[in-house]
Every structure is written in C-alpha cells, then in structure tokens.
T-cell receptor
Framework: GAVVSQHPSRVICKSGTSVKIECRSL??????MFWYRQFPKQSLMLMAT?????????EQGVEKDKFLINHASLTLSTLTVTSAHPEDSSFYIC?????????????FGPGTRLLVL | AQSVSQHNHHVILSEAASLELGCNYS??????LFWYVQYPGQHLQLLLK??????LVKGIKGFEAEFIKSKFSFNLRKPSVQWSDTAEYFC?????????????FGTGTRLTIIP
C-alpha cells in the first residue's frame, strides 16, 4: 500500500527558532499533500493544502507566514514552523493523495511531535 | 459549514461484544465518507471508504460501515471486537463535486476493549 513518511518524528527546539518537517510519499506521486495539526485527545485540524509547483492554500486562521509550506516535487512537501513559540507545540501530521488512482483517498504519515521550550 | 459528528467519545466493551460507532455529517449533496483508525502510538490508517454504489461497505479487519443518505449517517460496525481493536476511530468526509478534496474529521471515538 501507499506509504507516507515524516521526518523528524519528534523535535524539541527553543522558542524563536524555526523547525522544518518533511513529508514524503515513498512509493507514489502526490501532486497534493495536506498538513494537519492534532491537539491532545482531539481530532485532526487541516492547516493547509500543499500543491506541487504552486502556492499552498491555507485554512482560515492559519498564518501562512508562520507555517511555510513548500511542495517542490511530486514526492516531497515541507512545513517550516518559523519563530516557534510554546503554543506551537503540537502533533503535526501530513497526508498525501495518490495521483495515479485519483481515488481521493489520503494516506497519512506517522506524524511529528514538536515541543517548543 | 461542513461538520462531522461522532457522538460517542469513549466506548468501553468486552471482547466479543458487537460494536457500532456513530458518525453523522451536516449537509446534503454528494459526499465521500471515510473511517480511519489510529492505534496507540501509530499513524492514521484507512479502515474503509464509501464513494458510491452499495451503501454497505466492508473494510479491513472485519469492519463495515453503512451509508444511510436519509439519515446523513455512516456508522461503523464490527460484530465481534478483539482486544487489538483498542484505538481511536475517526470518521471523515469530503465533497468531491465542489472540487473540495479537503477532509473534515469528526472528533474521534476512543474505543477500549477489555480482555
């Protein structure tokens, strides 16, 4: 089946620094990837839709200058949390939609736990 | 606004009991419906999905779900649960005809199976 990886799996950083999270589709091409945020014991909240070769589409209330998304290839999207603060601590999850089947099924990565001190 | 409701926040069952988890969505029109499972410490995995056709959908691990359009529901069922089914279950919806592939998730249901 389709596999999506994320790196790193967890990261601890100081307040004010930037953190980059990678999302890769390992065995399929994905023009479209999605970035979610999951708070403890809560559901996934979509942050943005990442499109290869174009600008990401951000959900209402998500600061595009704070959460920079780059989808440079058909298998890689990155999320950079700029000038991170403790309130940015969360579990960030990406998903990818397989181009070939166009079945609108998203395959999820294992997530990245971010802790900002 | 699009919303997905999962009314059961935490369900506790004994092994071999039957399971039904509720999922309702808020609007008409064509929808795609999904159930995802998140085992402890693992990532979200697709259990089953409904796009069209037979409203009774069978997924992996013995799960099934029934789409009832008139009730705006897509409840998840399993006739006999196992301890290994302990996990968080999420219902999700998107709207293909609006070019909207964004998934909206329910709040999730935590399922605990007692051996």
């Amino acid at each position: 089946g389709a596999v999506v990886s994320q790196h790193p799996s967890r990261v601890i950083c100081k307040s004010g620094t930037s953190v980059k999270i990678e999302c890769r589709s390992l065995d399929f091409q994905a023009t479209t990837m999605f970035w979610y945020r999951q708070f403890p014991k809560q559901s996934l909240m979509l942050m943005a839709t990442s499109n290869e070769g174009s600008k990401a589409t951000y959900e209402q209330g998500v600061e595009k200058d704070k959460f920079l998304i780059n989808h440079a290839s058909l298998t890689l999207s990155t999320l950079t949390v700029t000038s991170a603060h403790p309130e940015d601590s969360s579990f960030y999850i990406c998903s990818a939609r397989e181009d070939r089947t166009n079945q609108e099924t998203q395959y999820f990565g294992p997530g990245t736990r971010l802790l900002v001190l | 606004a699009q919303s997905v409701s999962q009314h059961n926040h935490h369900v506790i069952l004994s092994e071999a009991a039957s399971l039904e988890l509720g999922c309702n969505y808020s609007y008409g029109g064509t929808v795609n419906l999904f159930w995802y499972v998140q085992y402890p410490g693992q990532h979200l995995q697709l259990l089953l999905k409904y796009f069209s056709g037979d409203p009774l959908v069978k997924g992996i691990k013995g799960f099934e779900a029934e789409f009832i359009k008139s009730k705006f529901s897509f409840n998840l069922r399993k006739p006999s649960v196992q301890w290994s089914d302990t996990a968080e279950y999420f219902c999700a919806v998107n709207r293909p005809n609006f070019g909207n592939e964004k998934l909206t998730f329910g709040t999730g249901t935590r399922l605990t199976i007692i051996p």
